[in-house]
């Protein structure tokens, strides 16, 4: 959807432009469309060339959100998809799911860079490293409690079905409603987790928040333990 709308912005006849020969940073002393730019900064791996257009185009966005939000997520997209590829493979859940949180990462910080700071393309970069990294590591911890509680229920299983045990659980205040049913949905009956969001009116993050809640504590009440209270 970026990439589309980036495209679309910088063809035709009034594509969006960056006047390169006013920023003095090294690229063609001309004005260029900014898909142009984009190529141009790929192949030119000089810092101080490419900071002085990311200074400009911080500038921009913070300026006028829109368009040019936009085109500095467009702008920054190869090295976005770099930073999946790299984290990709360690992640163990939905490949879209580290993909949003490097661009959410990325918008955070381009929302508060500062535009007189040296380095702020790698400034931007290493926010959506980070972001991306941190959901990687988040969802490994999740699928290791999942892994868990999937075993735990499999040695409960002679006690009744799953959603019996579940009922038990949320009966006993261990887990609240809404938490049991997107443990049902999610975790047992293996729903994608997007559409389990939309049926209840909330983000992936916040299903992926209430799963790993109630899995910690289903793992405490089917394993016997100190019970927490649902929350």
Sequence with gaps: MIERRFLAMTAG?????L??????????AEVLPLDEVRVLLLKRQTGWVTNAVWQELVRR????PEPWTTVDAAMMMPGLKHIGGNLGSRFPGDRNDPDSAI?????QALDIADTRARKVY???YWAAFRRGHEVCNSERRRAMTR????NVADRRSAEGHPD??????????????????LVSEV????????????RHGMSRYQVASELTTASRHLADYLLGGPLRPAA
Aim: glycine residues 10%; proline residues 5%.
């Design 13 to 17: 006849a009034q594509p969006l432009t």
């Design 19 to 28: 006047d390169c020969a006013a920023l003095g940073c090294g690229l063609p």
């Design 61 to 64: 966005a913070h300026a006028e």
């Design 103 to 107: 661009l959410e990462g990325f918008l």
């Design 122 to 124: 790698g400034q931007l």
């Design 147 to 150: 892994s868990e509680l999937t």
């Design 164 to 181: 019996l045990v579940l009922a038990g659980a949320m009966l006993s205040g261990v887990v609240t409603p809404q938490q049991a049913d």
């Design 187 to 198: 975790l047992l009956d293996h729903d994608n987790r997007t559409t389990a969001a939309k």
